[in-house]
């Protein structure tokens, strides 16, 4: 009799933290004890508040364990397996609560991430035990191709790459194109920093991608279909080929599934690392062994894609909601979320923020309800400066609008987008224009050299932004700046281009203040940026330890033991910090502005 | 080596469409994981490809490399998020332990530093990878004793 199951994260976020050590702990309490017969432990896929892992999570009491160390197992599997008495100290907020009485929890609306963390991803079993594969069947058995698009079409469901182009049309699109064979293609390149609900899906439930791509297939006459997934995800690709090894041999991939005509197989094909492969042609390129570079479109996939075949082109999360909208049909789906935004959003909530980790939410929540009611609010002692949202080709927005409906229209009036979902929270200490020109870095590096604007544009705009945090810029500098963001937005091949100057735009309109501050006070008001701050012994709180002197590397603190107040030369000091992380009384601050 | 390499060209269709794979493998199977120019020429000869076909798609993508390696490649990721969590000190870190520069390999050929882009672990940052395996939550402490049991395993 198994009595109490016993499931354990293993993420690759709660991996990277022990949950390996702490799986092998646990299974050796429990033979120490005689439980194996009553304890079944369930490795599941992530489980969302990422930064408390490894968790626990005991059923049936629901006791949510988090930070466990492989010390901690025995004494988990004596008080709690054996006794019954759930170890306190371990849980999260307080005795045994259950999961969704946990604030992070209450808000959230589980529709893509509803098995991630609940079943073991690697037995096709525990899928089928949760209705997997049912939408499929229901497909094959009951509906013609034209009704499939027709109910996805309804449900008002929008892809989830960042684009947000309407996923029946798209479908539409690829069933009306002339040619065969079709390709059915899952984008697995989850680029974006600060993203990684693409991962989590696909290693806590790879099934439900699949059986995604295999309806799409049916609907739009496909009988082979790629999943690209980025080579920086070794724990998806591995978990991604035990899934399609386990469905073919059911026969939920493969010749007559369900002995109906219909035939589909998948192919798993790994990238080598290259974000600009997230953009689609690139990706084409990219899965027909070439360099992942974009071309200009159209003609668009949906024609002329893969092999120059019509190809279907959908991102992880957007498969992963069609076995929903099968199911539980198209009118549950759009009550979901806003008028053009429907159904649910799975967000990555990392920075400066307390709770970090995936949490999925209807559409059309605000950022506050997201980053204070789910996310807990920036850490104590801090003040929420700025939402990153959509990554490096998203926004950065001010306090004054997080009241705006997470939509894809809403996010993008204001200057950011969906994209991906990565919300990075950023506070005070944080210099908007080093966090401009740090995304900048990435996709003026990222760019594939391709067109014109985005290769040698973004160089020109980074440039501009290293003189501006050297305190080199002049105010010409701004409406450069402005000029040719847009220019590249216009005029450049593909998303990445298209999208680039968008950390520089938005900082340039919420916080222009701040790059206003470093051209003309050469201050970096954050006091971030080395060269637009200055150090200084506060006197009266300096013992003269001489810690700061010794800790100096250009012999710019100076002073005599036991007889304060010591002192920093400005021309020798090169704002390394070392004095004040090594003055033990606080009395070395930082300041904003240029001295010496 | 040349006949091991032929026998594992095998499992690969001649097809162009697989050459990433087949250079990942051919890559894995090097124990100083790079590609050597027989290798190139092998996938090409393989693939029906010209060999400028095969260098044009190697040099695009940076996971593969032209130069040896160490047997085993740690990858810290730099991107913001990490970035803003102490990547950085990360890099030091490593740097200092083992006494290279990003994109060197230590003179015993065990280890190669490089940066990545999001590993897509950001909650808990900041974070690197060494070979397959993810490692999160690093601080200086931690970073040094993963580092050691990789030297212990060899």
């Known amino acids: 009799m198994r009595r109490l199951q016993v499931l354990l994260c293993s993420g690759s976020a709660c991996q990277s933290a022990g949950a390996l050590e702490l799986k092998k702990a646990l299974v050796e309490a429990i033979a120490e004890l005689g439980l194996t017969e009553e304890v079944q432990l369930v490795e599941t896929g992530c489980m969302g508040p990422c930064e408390l892992g490894p968790i626990v999570l005991v059923y049936p009491e629901g006791a949510y364990y988090v930070r466990v160390k492989p010390e901690d197992a025995r004494e988990i599997a004596e008080e709690h397996f054996l006794k019954g008495r759930p170890v306190r100290r371990l849980l999260w907020a307080g005795p045994a609560p259950e999961p969704r009485t946990i604030p992070f929890f209450a808000r959230q609306r589980k529709v893509v991430l509803a098995n991630c963390g609940q079943i073991d991803p690697e037995r096709i079993e525990e899928y089928i035990a949760v209705g997997g594969y049912e939408a499929l069947a229901k497909v094959l058995t009951q509906m013609t191709p034209e009704a499939v698009i027709a109910e996805v079409t309804r449900a008002g469901l929008r892809g989830r790459g960042g684009a947000g182009f309407p996923t029946g049309k798209k479908w539409q699109a690829v069933r009306e194109a002339p040619g065969r064979p079709k390709y059915v293609v899952c984008n697995g390149d989850e680029g974006d920093p600060g993203a990684f609900m693409d991962r989590a899906v696909l290693e806590g439930d790879p099934h439900s991608v699949l059986e995604g791509m295999a309806i799409a297939a049916y609907a739009v006459g496909a009988e082979k279909g790629y999943i690209y997934v980025r080579a920086e995800y070794p724990l998806a690709v591995k978990r991604l080929e035990v899934a399609i090894a386990q469905a073919r041999k059911l026969g939920l991939l493969g010749p007559r599934i369900f002995d109906t005509d219909f035939s589909f197989d998948v192919e798993l094909r790994m990238g080598a690392g290259a974000f600009v492969c997230g953009e689609e042609t690139a990706l084409i390129a990219s899965i027909e062994g070439k360099r992942g570079e974009p071309r200009p479109r159209p003609p668009y996939p949906a024609t002329s894609g893969l092999f120059g075949k019509p190809t279907l082109i959908n991102n992880v999360e957007t498969f992963a909601n069609i076995r929903h909208i099968i199911l539980q049909g198209a009118d549950w789906f759009s009550q979901m979320g806003t008028a053009t935004s429907k159904g649910t959003k799975v967000f990555a909530l990392a920075g400066q923020v307390r709770n970090t980790g995936l949490v999925e939410v209807p559409m059309g929540i605000t950022l506050r309800e997201l980053i204070f009611d789910i996310g807990g609010g920036v850490p104590e002692g801090r003040k929420f400066k700025a939402v990153q949202i959509g990554g490096p080709s998203g926004g950065c927005l001010p306090e004054s609008l997080l009241d705006v409906p997470i939509d894809y229209e809403s996010l993008k009036q204001y200057g950011a987008i969906m994209g991906s979902g990565g919300v990075i929270v950023l506070d005070d200490s944080s210099c908007m224009v080093n966090v401009a020109k740090f995304f900048l870095e990435f996709t003026a590096d990222e760019s594939c050299g391709k067109c014109v604007p985005c290769r040698v544009g973004l160089r020109i705009m980074l440039g501009i932004l290293e003189r501006i945090v050297r305190g080199e810029g002049n105010e010409g500098d701004l409406s450069r700046l402005e000029e040719l963001g847009k220019l590249i937005q216009t005029t450049s091949l593909c998303g990445l281009g298209q999208t680039a100057p968008n950390p520089v735009l938005s900082t340039l309109r919420y916080f222009r203040d701040e790059y206003l501050a470093h051209i003309r006070d050469k201050a970096c008001p954050a006091g971030v940026c080395p060269d637009l701050i200055h150090y200084e012994v506060q006197p009266d709180l300096c013992r003269a330890c001489d810690l700061c002197r010794r800790a100096c590397p250009t012999g710019a603190a100076q002073g005599i033991p036991r007889h304060p107040p010591y002192r920093i030369v400005q021309e020798l000091c090169i704002r390394c910090g070392a004095c004040l992380e090594a003055c033990p009384f606080g009395a070395v601050v930082k300041l904003p502005g240029r001295k010496g | ?154």
């Open chain 2, 1 to 154: 080596m040349t006949v091991d390499k032929k026998g594992l060209l095998e499992k690969f269709p001649r097809s162009p469409d697989v050459l990433l794979a087949l250079l990942h493998e051919l890559q894995r199977a090097n124990p100083q994981n790079y590609l050597t120019p027989e290798d190139l020429a092998l996938a090409a000869e393989h693939l029906g490809l010209p060999l400028s076909r095969v260098r044009d798609a190697v040099t695009f993508y940076t996971m593969f490399s032209l130069r040896p390696r160490g047997k085993h490649i740690i990858r810290v990721c730099d991107s913001p998020n990490c970035h803003l969590f102490g990547a950085w000190s990360v890099v030091e870190e490593i740097k200092e332990f083992l006494g290279i520069e990003v994109g060197e390999t230590t003179p015993d050929g065990l280890f190669t530093l490089e940066l990545t882009s999001c590993l897509g672990a950001c909650g808990v940052a900041p974070v690197m990878m060494v070979d397959d395996e993810v490692f999160g939550n690093l601080r200086p402490e931690r970073v040094r004793e993963i580092l050691r049991r990789f030297k212990g395993e060899g």
